[in-house]
């Protein structure tokens, strides 16, 4: 790649020793909180249920992707966070789900055609229908100054500095997009950028347990060396024949299907259980849907609407 120019923190860099003391300080609110424990779900009394995860935030209520979407699931109770980081020309995470910006800003292009500045000039909320009964959080939704209309553009920062924030435990669901002109570059600032937090490891302090995802496995085998400790999910629309015993590709440990999938072939979650593979389905926003994800039994549901799903199942 090259137009993207280095921003902090380098790809590969340890933090110094004051940008270490910074991000102690800056997590300092949320010691005391140890991560959620448990391998195959959320621990409730005496038995499991799968974790909920909130698809690019709650984002059936608010735009997908703003601080005011991740804020309300964390206000609703979400286990998780569920995000797609994609890379600006100058090198910045942030977190869009398209290639291009038309369907949820009033800019256009491509994403990587762009350096964060040109995203910060947009508006990143007012595509979107919120319904009337949806009631704003009292958080700093938009992240613009008081009199300014924007919701601005989420940077992968701004998120982790949120769910480190939060003082409680939380699952974050990072997905890298591919393809993209910028290839394994998104993954090595991605783990950079874990790394500067302490969120390479799955037990950090903060209570944040990060986990990667991707539909590209070549993605997921990159990353197994540069983040070992962290699991990866292989995100899937579509099992191959020679799969459906529930093998997942080495160096992938949690099968990530589609709700379809899962319907299609309810028996494929048993096989990735008996292979001692986790599942992990989207985009469950159903109820229908969620009771046969709990008849399943399945170890995460990532849904759009965390509420609906956490009173489902009777949280
Ligand atoms: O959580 C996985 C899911 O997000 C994958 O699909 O297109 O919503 O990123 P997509
Ligand atoms: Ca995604």
């Not at 109820?287 to 609407?305: F, H, K, Q, S, Y």
Request: hydrophobic share 40%; net charge negative.
């Amino acid at each position: 790649m090259t137009d993207v120019t280095p921003t902090s923190p380098e790809p590969g860099a340890e933090p110094t020793g004051a940008e270490d003391a910074e991000r102690r300080a800056f997590t300092a609110n949320a010691e005391g909180t140890s991560g959620s424990g448990t391998l195959n779900g959320v621990a409730h009394g005496r038995r499991l249920r799968p974790m909920v995860v909130a698809h690019r935030g709650s984002s059936a209520a608010l735009p997908e992707h703003t601080i005011g979407a991740y804020m309300r699931a964390i206000a609703e109770g979400a286990d998780g966070l569920e995000c797609d980081v994609r890379l600006t020309r100058d090198g910045h995470l942030v977190c869009i789900h398209d290639g291009r910006l038309n369907r949820v800003s009033n800019g256009t292009g491509r994403v990587s055609r762009h350096v964060l500045a040109e995203l910060d000039e947009l508006d990143f909320g007012s595509w979107h229908p919120r319904p009337a009964d949806v009631e704003l959080v009292d958080v700093d939704l938009a992240g613009s100054a008081p009199d300014d209309p924007r919701t601005r553009v989420l940077t992968l920062e701004r998120l982790l500095d949120a769910a480190v924030g939060a003082g409680r435990p939380l699952q974050l669901l990072i997905e890298t997009k591919h393809p993209t002109r910028y290839g394994a570059e998104v993954e090595d600032r991605l783990v950079a950028m874990l790394r500067w937090y302490g969120l390479d490891k799955p037990h950090d302090d903060t209570g944040v347990r990060v986990t990667l995802m991707s539909f590209s496995e070549l993605a997921m085998r990159r990353i197994r060396p540069l983040a070992p400790d962290l699991d990866t999910v292989l995100l899937t629309e579509f099992v191959r024949p020679d799969r459906r015993e529930g093998r997942l590709p080495i160096g992938v440990n949690v099968a990530g299907p589609g709700i379809r999938v899962v319907k299609a072939n309810p028996g494929l979650v048993a096989a990735w259980h008996r292979r001692g593979h986790r599942v992990f389905v989207w985009t469950v926003n159903e109820p229908r849907d969620v009771d046969l994800m709990m008849e399943l039994g399945v170890d995460a549901i990532i849904t759009d609407r965390p509420r609906m799903v956490l009173e489902r199942i009777g949280q």
